[in-house]
């Protein structure tokens, strides 16, 4: 019933930018944080970008400074904005959602979209 449906990923060449959107749809409360993780072909998948219920946000090394994540919590919506792009950014992009119940944390992901930078 929960979904979470990224969108704008793409094809992009070194330099250039990317918005990608995910949007949670179905009855969920008590989000914690919604962010990013990424995969490239072959590679384990690894964190990228995540912002809290409140706001506070975090990013991995490697994109701080060109990345930038945002949220809606009313529309239940995170994008992450990526500028200055490299082709080491090339991988599957998938939203993640963290909930909270009581002290427990469930976790959530969407299917994925594609960012491909090259030239």
């Known amino acids: 019933q929960v979904q979470l449906v990224e969108s704008g990923g793409g094809l992009v060449q070194p330099g250039g930018s990317l918005r990608l959107s995910c949007v949670v749809s179905?009855?969920?409360?008590?989000?914690?944080?919604m962010g990013w993780f990424r995969q490239a072909p072959g590679k384990q998948r690894e964190f990228v970008a995540q912002?809290?219920?409140?706001?506070?946000?975090n990013y991995a090394d490697s994109v701080k400074g060109r990345f930038t994540i945002s949220r809606d919590n009313a529309k239940k919506t995170v994008t992450l904005q990526m500028n200055s792009l490299k082709p080491e950014d090339t991988a599957v992009y998938y939203c993640?959602?963290?909930?909270?119940?009581?002290?427990?944390?469930?976790?959530?992901w969407g299917q994925g979209t594609p960012v491909t930078v090259s030239s």
């Open positions: 179905g009855t969920i409360r008590n989000i914690r944080a």
């Open positions: 912002i809290s219920s409140v706001g506070v946000s």
């Open positions: 993640n959602v963290k909930r909270v119940i009581a002290t427990s944390i469930l976790t959530y």
